[in-house]
């Protein structure tokens, strides 16, 4: 849990969204993430946060607006116009000129109009997932694992941000094996819990596929304490069972090597499902809840598989990441 927790309030987020200033300029003035402004906003406003976003005018407007140059105005907008025919994305464009893929987005609509429109459902068809892909799977079961714990889903893609590589070349493995599509990847330098860290990010770009999983259950954006177990995972095969909790233990799980197997997640309904899956299996745990310090802090859930378990969990189950298999192999050896 950040430390910065403790230096601001909802209520003066809220406030200071409601009168006006925007998700950064908030995210300055307290010391805190854009991040962390925005779950907040989200978690706290509900629908009133999309509402307001919606009725405000879109970041190049007031970028136009404050510009004294016409021409250099007309000059950007034919530079953004130029680069998406050419084939650039609108996340793409706007990592080069310096706008958000918002203002990017509206920049193209009102120059373009319906041609736009056009162009990005001609694009849209290109990643199409197989219609093979769509049954029954372990790999869609670890996908879907994943996706519950470290991976995010957004309307256009799939991905995975971490600092693990190793996680982050299994993940493409499984995406690449179950939808037959390429994946992208890059690797940067990030500030991380006080120290600077190599990110490793994993992305499959496909609104069809985007889609497909959306309809499985799993939400867009931030779903830390939303998401849930597919309905298609609880209720279909084994083999989908195990993927995911397989998925969901490489994300979330860890071995402690004189003890037991653990999660941690601060969604406690989402854990009990997970809890269910393990049940079926045969294999026994435990979920303890812990109280946060502070009050405005979310509670803590622990499932626990202890080391007289374990062996079913490795036998069934176990973790798909080489790093995590050998600490089961040595937790095993230790009984």
């Given at each position: 849990m950040s430390k910065h927790k403790q230096k601001f309030s909802a209520e003066t987020i809220i406030s200071a969204f409601r009168n006006g200033c925007s998700i950064l300029e908030i995210a300055k003035s307290n010391k805190i993430s854009r991040w962390t402004v925005r779950d907040t906003l989200k978690e706290q406003l509900g629908h009133e946060y999309y509402k307001i976003m919606s009725s405000r005018f879109p970041k190049y407007e007031?970028?136009?607006?404050?510009?004294?140059?016409?021409?250099?105005?007309e000059g950007l907008l034919s530079e953004i116009?130029?680069?998406f025919l050419s084939g650039y994305s609108a996340r793409k464009i706007a990592r080069e000129v310096r706008l958000s893929s918002w203002s990017v987005r509206h920049i193209l609509k009102s120059k373009m109009g319906k041609r736009y429109h056009e162009i990005v459902e001609e694009r849209v068809k290109v990643n199409i997932l197989p219609e093979k892909a769509k049954g029954e799977s372990f790999e869609l079961g670890y996908i879907l694992g994943v996706l519950a714990g470290d991976g995010h889903l957004r309307r256009d893609c799939i991905g995975l941000s971490t600092t693990d590589r190793e996680f982050a070349n299994v993940f493409r493995q499984f995406l690449e094996k179950w939808s037959k599509l390429?994946?992208?990847e890059r690797c940067y330098d990030s500030f991380i819990k006080s120290k600077i860290r190599r990110v490793f990010d994993v992305y499959l770009f496909?609104?069809?596929v985007a889609r497909f999983i959306h309809d499985l259950g799993m939400p867009f954006g931030n779903k830390l304490r939303t998401w849930r177990v597919s309905s298609k995972v609880l209720n279909d095969s084994e083999e989908i069972k195990r993927g995911f909790l397989s998925g969901f233990f490489d994300s979330e799980g860890s071995v402690r090597l004189t003890y037991d197997i653990n999660c941690c997640s601060t969604n406690y309904q989402g854990l009990l499902q997970v809890g269910s899956l393990l049940n079926s299996h045969g294999i026994r745990h435990q979920i303890y809840s812990y109280a946060?310090?502070?009050?405005?802090?979310?509670?803590?859930?622990?499932?626990?598989?202890?080391?007289?378990?374990?062996?079913e969990?490795?036998?069934?189950?176990?973790f798909q990441l080489p790093r995590k298999r050998k600490q089961l192999e040595t937790l095993l050896n230790k009984r």
């Open positions: 007031r970028f136009l607006k404050s510009s004294g140059n016409a021409q250099q105005n116009e130029q680069k390429q994946t992208k496909s609104a069809d946060p310090r502070n009050k405005n802090w979310a509670a803590i859930h622990v499932l626990k598989i202890k080391s007289r378990d374990a062996t969990f490795a036998n069934k189950i176990n």
